[in-house]
């Protein structure tokens, strides 16, 4: 199982960045992926969902409106659409999924039990 985070990069506010989280070793459209991010000097915070199934998809009231999450079971890949992007956007964008069921809310880290590296959105004027 892995995942693999990609298309971060430098922009100025109110510009637009694509994130894909692709996977391997699952078949996604089974699966949970939840997207976090970590700022620095700030805990890891949950950012979007999408459940598996594709039934559910949910969005942190910092960036709902803002922020898409689609999934392409074809390629096997989730994507995070962000639009209209801030300075406090700014930080390290991870994806994760859950290979072993937990209780825990969609929302929480510790129900993702795989991560991927990480990809640098950094918002500046």
């Known amino acids: 199982v892995q995942l693999q985070a990609c298309g971060g990069g430098s922009v100025q506010p109110g510009e637009s960045l694509r994130l894909s989280c692709a996977v391997s070793g699952f078949t996604l459209h089974f699966y949970t992926i939840g997207w976090f991010r970590q700022a620095p000097g700030r805990e890891r915070e949950w950012v979007a969902s999408i459940s598996a199934n594709n039934r559910r998809i949910k969005y942190a009231e910092a960036v709902k409106g803002r922020f898409t999450i689609s999934r392409d079971d074809a390629e096997n890949t989730d994507y995070l659409q962000m639009n209209s992007l801030k300075p406090e956007d700014t930080a390290v964008y991870y994806c994760?999924?859950?290979?072993?069921?937990?209780?825990?809310?969609?929302?929480?880290?510790?129900?993702?039990?795989?991560w991927g590296q990480g990809t640098l959105v950094t918002v500046s004027s």
């Open positions: 994760a999924t859950e290979v072993i069921y937990s209780d825990y809310d969609e929302t929480d880290p510790r129900k993702y039990d795989q």
